[in-house]
């Protein structure tokens, strides 16, 4: 069995949630533990272990002692014993595997504490559960306005119900002390429901509600983190980042928990190394660090009397360097240790295959001339209309090529005019013509 969104009805494949691979309900695989034993059977004559892990909305888990030898495994639904009544989980952990988690998390197997399972739940306890479940946003809406309401500096952050729905858990967030004793009374008149008040922490609050981190990913401690390790700003110190509180703060405002994750590592590397504060004395002057390199064991030194100048030392020749010194010995200078670095080729990519520079961009664009504009006819410019052009009548005019060539010829051979004749003067003759009589 799983969650009601996942679980069968007619016998069939499961529904799904459609959420692709996300629950939409309550994280199927939040924190869960892969089980290696699994494929292992137990010795003759051994009984398997009669404690179960078995998780309640967002990552809550508990141990549970199964009395009654039910055929659990990961995944089943059961109602567990709670007070008053009883809870729905789901249990995600069986086997000699629990028996680890609960001597990693300081728990006794045989402790009379432990709580047990009543039985795998039926179809009423899992409706009641839905349903329950179904009231916890619309709950936690209303319950924020009445907190807002008595100005209480607090943040209900998750609500969560019990199995059965006759006590509701407000899980809070606040800096300081909460009188919230008038916030009780209005929270059991408005909904009429047993009422707790639960303070977690900062990051027990994003472990609860989960986010993605500024890696990209899931935050680790709603996924697979479960202890929340103390991390200090010397962790940053160590690993030489910069202690801007915006880059080292998570989701939660506090410093992030995978900056232990490679602290080690950094601490094996930073044995070898002498202190940073250390001074190297020479007849020049004295020395101090300006910066390491960790991994390629480099440091970088300079003058006192001179700091815009650095002089690059490996961590064996510094140490040559202070061992002299504590037998009172002055070094001549620093120039006599200095490591030749030589600079890398740089790469410069060719067109050799054909490909575009990649600068392309960066070469600023050419601008474009000017064109000129065409001077647009005005009303006062008077339009001339060319002619038509003279349809050709007779179709047959390629019919004969020679005749166009004769043509040519009878007019090169006709008499023509001369250049100076002048032709006769229209305009003349109209002056001279009488004004009453018409033109022909």
């Known amino acids: 069995m799983a969650c009601t969104s996942c679980s069968t009805s007619d016998g069939s494949a499961p529904k799904g949630c459609q959420n692709k691979g996300t629950c939409g309900t309550d994280s199927c695989n939040k924190l869960t533990v892969f089980d290696w034993l699994s494929n292992m059977s137990l010795p003759n004559g051994e009984a398997p272990f009669d404690c179960v892990e078995v998780r309640f909305k967002n990552g809550r888990k508990e141990f549970y002692r199964n009395p009654e030898k039910l055929s659990l495994s990961m995944g089943d639904i059961v109602a567990t014993e709670s007070s008053p009544g009883h809870d729905v989980g789901i249990v995600t952990l069986t086997g000699e595997l629990v028996k680890i988690q609960m001597k990693k998390k300081s728990v006794n197997p045989a402790s009379n504490e432990i709580l047990k399972i009543y039985r795998k739940a039926t179809q009423k306890d899992i409706d009641i559960w839905s349903e329950a479940r179904a009231k916890e946003e619309p709950m936690k809406v209303r319950a924020r306005e009445i907190a807002i309401a008595l100005k209480l500096e607090m943040k209900i952050s998750d609500i969560e119900f019990q199995g059965d729905g006759p006590k509701?858990?407000?899980?809070?967030?606040?800096?300081?002390?909460?009188?919230?004793?008038?916030?009780?009374?209005?929270?059991?008149?408005?909904?009429?429901?047993?009422?707790?008040?639960?303070?977690?922490?900062?990051?027990?609050?994003?472990?609860?509600?989960?986010?993605?981190?500024?890696?990209?990913?899931?935050?680790?401690?709603?996924?697979?983190?479960?202890?929340?390790?103390?991390?200090?700003?010397s962790a940053a110190r160590y690993q030489q980042l910069s202690l801007n509180p915006q880059k080292l703060a998570g989701q939660c405002g506090k410093l992030k928990c995978c900056l232990n994750y490679e602290l080690d590592t950094y601490m094996d590397a930073l044995q070898h190394f002498p202190d940073f504060d250390t001074k190297l004395i020479t007849e020049k002057g004295d020395a101090v660090c300006q910066k390491q390199d960790i991994f390629k064991g480099l440091m970088w030194f300079a003058y006192t009397n001179n700091f815009a100048n650095w002089h690059v030392l490996k961590v064996e020749q510094v140490n040559e360097i202070i061992a002299e010194n504590k037998q009172k010995r002055?070094?001549?200078?620093?120039?006599?240790?200095?490591?030749?670095?030589?600079?890398?080729?740089?790469?410069?990519?060719?067109n050799a295959v054909g490909q575009e520079s990649l600068t392309r961009f960066d070469q600023p664009k050419k601008k474009k001339r000017p064109k000129k504009r065409k001077q647009a006819a005005t009303a006062d410019t008077p339009?001339?209309?060319?002619?038509?052009?003279?349809?050709?009548?007779?179709?047959n005019t390629n019919a004969n090529p020679n005749k166009n060539n004769n043509n040519r010829n009878h007019n090169k051979n006709r008499p023509q005019k001369p250049a100076n004749e002048k032709k006769p003067d229209n305009n003349n003759n109209n002056n001279n013509r009488p004004k009453n009589e018409p033109k022909k």
Request: hydrophobic share 35%; charged share 30%; proline share 3%.
């Open 168 to 233: 509701a858990t407000f899980y809070y967030t606040a800096n300081d002390r909460v009188d919230f004793r008038q916030l009780i009374k209005d929270f059991a008149r408005e909904f009429n429901t047993r009422i707790e008040m639960k303070q977690v922490g900062f990051r027990q609050e994003a472990a609860r509600l989960g986010g993605i981190g500024s890696c990209g990913r899931e935050l680790c401690c709603s996924t697979w983190l479960t202890d929340f390790r103390s991390v200090n700003t």
């Open 330 to 350: 002055k070094v001549s200078s620093l120039e006599d240790y200095v490591l030749e670095v030589t600079q890398e080729p740089e790469k410069d990519f060719n």
């Open 383 to 395: 339009v001339v209309e060319k002619p038509a052009a003279k349809e050709n009548k007779n179709p």
